[in-house]
């Protein structure tokens, strides 16, 4: 029994590359989002931490999406 047939051939992974750069452009688009909005109007302090769970919401907008289909478009479309 081979639990790593999948991970053992290079092709069958292309389509788990494509979400994966989505990834860190959707929580950096979230950031900037939140720095254009709310940069020069918080506190340094107040601003810094937020950064972070921004960052998680951007995470979250991901995700939702993959959970809906969206990775079994990629993974149809390689």
Sequence with gaps: MDIFTDISSAGSLWFFIPPLILLPVVM???AMIYKILLGNIL??????FFLG????????????????GFYEFFRAMF
């Design 28 to 30: 950096t688009g979230c």
């Design 43 to 48: 506190p340094t302090k107040i601003y810094k």
């Design 53 to 68: 769970p921004i960052a998680l919401l951007g995470f979250f907008i991901w995700a939702i999406p993959m959970n809906m």
